[in-house]
């Protein structure tokens, strides 16, 4: 049983019939809240992913694949990526035993922590106008 209905019984139970106890369902509002920092927290994941990726690419000769480095959200996820056609060798390799250097890869795995944490900053400074215009607090 979770904590909050819990604590709630346990009011119900020491007012008993002479008391009486008010309920304000505030889901609507919070679900509106989660979709409009869903995309916030999503293009802070791209913008940090897209700034390791760029550090992770060390062979530069011109900076063109590091310029072209970008990220894009897109519905419930982010990607990360470039346009430049050479890019898969440096990513992957090739078959002539040139080893990847697998920047993408690591801009994303290596960085797990980090995004964690920014999704967890995000939910913990959650605050929303309720229907009566009131800021209210929640999942603190």
Known sequence: MSERL????????????AGSVKITDYSDDVLRALV????????DMGQRAQKHAKDY??????????????????????YIGTNVQYARYIEFGTS???KGIH??????????????????NALDDLQ????????????K
């Open 128 to 139: 929303v106008l309720d229907k009566a215009g009131e800021l209210k607090s929640y999942l």
């Open 103 to 120: 920047y993408l890869e690591k801009s994303v795995k290596n960085h797990t922590e980090e995004y964690s944490t920014v999704i967890k």
């Open 57 to 78: 690419e060390t062979a530069v000769d011109t900076g063109r694949l590091r310029n072209s480095i970008t990220h894009k959200v897109s519905g419930d996820a982010v």
């Open 36 to 43: 409009m920092i869903k995309k916030s927290i999503l293009e």
């Open 6 to 17: 819990w604590s709630m019984r346990k009011i119900t139970k020491s007012l008993g019939s």
């Open 96 to 98: 002539r035993g040139i």
